[in-house]
């Protein structure tokens, strides 16, 4: 038909097939991507960059993502790249119900699918929201471009009454006094009005923020763009600069599993301790091992994070807001004061090592990150992998947000089938409970909820508040937000609903807790488990129809990431067949 100017580079991108194209589908694609007002001229061979924007207005935390979208792509052209835009699902904690959790390898299929069907040779993944970067990250893995995460950033800092407040941390809080009769419903509308002052995610170290200090550790953020504010012209810069990198990283051919390999694994887990980063951090975590074909088990997790200490003074475990960790200098601090315990030779997105990316960052002593010398913590205060009779596939603790005394502790179970029935008791100023009692809620896993719900921080009774207990032991095959906190066993597999010993407790059985030791036990014998397994056959779950009943049925327990069993492993980004 007619000649088109060809890749300037000798092999050229993956888009050539569509675009170079020199017969009916060529002619298809350039004619109709011209509606969107592109000229001849970018149908050079130029590298195709997709920006997948998890904006939504039922995602207020990614909101911005809308504008930030503009900033990656004048990086993107200003390299020589060709910027195009697609929306993705989105899943805003605050709105999705049953829990964002069930959605977040749909998501994940929504990015990996969309990647491979188009003309795309490399991607810039714009995320926030809790689920947002970890289901980009699982999608991603499975295509392998070239890829390059901007974080929504944290939203602007809050205070109550000349107070700081964080997001979800001090929900709980408040929610807790007004329950007691601490505060009146006037305070508490008066903190819903002022707590979420722009768009963003949480401004504490929750799960978002949390995922963007992972991609960052993992290689797969510029330096230093995790902690940044979402209103903060800085993060317009990043990721501008971030659009010009992508259309390197497409040049260079560095694809995602170059960077995210065993040894980056093991520096998010470290840089995880050593900023108290929240226990979904594990779920995601292996599930994009599971994608990227990287060996990853909950034990790594637990040796790697053990020897690092708590640097990060932010809430829900401490004190500071994520705008004084962006000021203390961000995670390029932290990473190069435990840069003795990282694989300083991992290769990330800059196309430096992770020691040659912190070499010259300084430390300007800011309180919100601490020393080696002068930690938050010790060491020894990061997620715990706990195993036992009660949890043979293993349980998490994150130990930084629970009460010291409470780690080494044995009582009587009191068992709960549902957040409702818990609800209920809990407010019953005649419970039967004591400071001691182990509250467990089961049937709140993968997928009995089904999809792992947040709900393991269990409100304390109110019959104990009146007595001015803060933290009891509780223990759930259910999940709790990042910005919760309390000692707290959670993740327990495998799940009540698929027969899990946690499905045969019953009230008044004592637990032993001992996370030293890392054990989770019930002082019920064999024999006697047994017993209650006849007796108490497992329940088939309904089929259901459409994603739930797909979810329902190929979901993998939380030491595995909680991702579908057919969606591990990739597919790659060969060019698919040309319907045309
Ligand atoms: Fe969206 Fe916390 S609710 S980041
Ligand atoms: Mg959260």
């Not at 000229?39 to 039922?58: K, T, Y």
């Not at 019930?522 to 488990?529: G, I, M, Y």
């Amino acid at each position: 038909m007619f000649q088109r100017k060809q890749s300037p580079s000798s092999e050229p991108f993956r888009s050539a097939a569509w675009l170079q194209d020199q017969g009916k589908a060529g002619f298809i694609a350039r004619s109709h991507l011209r509606a969107l007002g592109l000229p001849d001229e970018v149908f050079d061979g130029r590298p195709v960059v997709g920006i997948a924007n998890s904006f939504s207005e039922l995602n207020p935390c990614n909101s911005q993502l809308r504008t930030l979208a503009e900033h990656v792509k004048r990086g993107v052209i200003a390299a020589g790249g060709l910027p195009l835009e697609f929306p993705t699902i989105s899943l805003g904690e605050p709105l999705m119900r049953p829990t964002t959790m069930l959605f977040r390898n749909l998501m994940a299929m929504d990015v990996e699918e969309t990647l491979r069907a188009n003309p795309v040779d490399a991607v810039v993944l714009l995320g926030g929201c809790d689920k947002t970067i970890p289901a980009q990250l699982m999608g991603a893995a499975s295509v392998d471009l070239p890829t390059l995460v901007v974080p929504a950033g944290p939203m602007m800092s809050s205070s109550y009454r000349g107070e700081p407040i964080g997001s979800g941390t001090d929900i709980w809080r408040f929610t807790e006094e007004f329950r007691v009769g601490r505060m009146t419903g006037g305070q508490l509308a008066e903190v819903e009005g002022c707590m979420s002052r722009s768009a963003g995610t949480c401004m504490t170290m929750g799960t978002a923020s949390t995922m963007a200090c992972a991609a960052e550790a993992l290689g797969l953020a510029l330096p230093g763009t995790a902690a940044i504010g979402a209103m903060d012209a800085r993060r317009q810069v990043a990721a501008e600069r971030s659009g010009r990198r992508v259309v390197e990283l497409a040049r260079e051919g560095l694809t995602m599993s170059r960077i995210v390999t065993r040894d980056s694994f093991e520096n998010a887990v470290r840089v995880n301790a050593a900023i108290g980063g929240s226990t979904n951090f594990v779920l995601h975590l292996l599930a994009i091992a599971g994608r990227s074909g990287v060996e990853l088990s909950l034990d790594d997790i637990d040796a790697w994070g053990s020897d690092v200490p708590l640097l990060v003074d932010l809430k829900p475990s401490g004190r500071f807001l994520m705008d004084d960790f962006a000021a203390a200098g961000g995670l390029p601090v932290v990473m190069r004061e435990i840069l003795p315990v990282l694989r300083a030779d991992a290769l990330t997105v800059t196309g430096h090592t992770v020691a040659e990316n912190v070499a010259a960052v300084e430390s300007f002593g800011h309180p919100a990150v601490r020393t080696i010398d002068d930690p938050v913590q010790a060491a020894g205060n990061a997620t715990a992998v706990l195993r036992g009779n009660l949890a043979p596939d293993g349980a998490v603790i994150k130990v930084s947000a629970a009460t010291p005394a409470l780690l080494r502790h044995r009582g009587p179970a009191l068992v709960f089938d549902s957040l409702e029935q818990y609800h209920v008791a809990a407010a019953d100023p005649e419970l039967e409970v004591g400071a001691d009692t182990v509250l467990i809620l089961r049937q709140a896993g993968p997928r009995g909820y089904p999809g792992m719900p947040e709900v393991g921080n269990l409100p304390i009774p109110v019959r104990l508040l009146e007595q001015g207990v803060t933290d009891m032991v509780r223990i759930t095959d259910a999940r709790m937000s990042g910005t919760a906190y309390g000692t707290i066993v959670l993740h327990v597999a495998p799940e009540s609903a698929v027969g899990g010993p946690l499905a045969f407790v019953r009230d008044g059985d004592l637990v032993e807790l001992d996370v030293v030791n890392r054990k989770l036990h019930l002082v019920v014998d064999d024999a006697e488990f047994d017993r209650r397994r006849q007796e108490q056959p497992v329940p088939r779950t309904a089929t259901e129809r459409g994603w739930v009943g797909l979810y329902r049925n190929h979901v993998l327990q939380a030491d595995e990431g909680v991702d579908l069993d057919f969606l591990r492993g990739g597919s790659g980004h060969a060019v698919p067949a040309v319907p045309f």
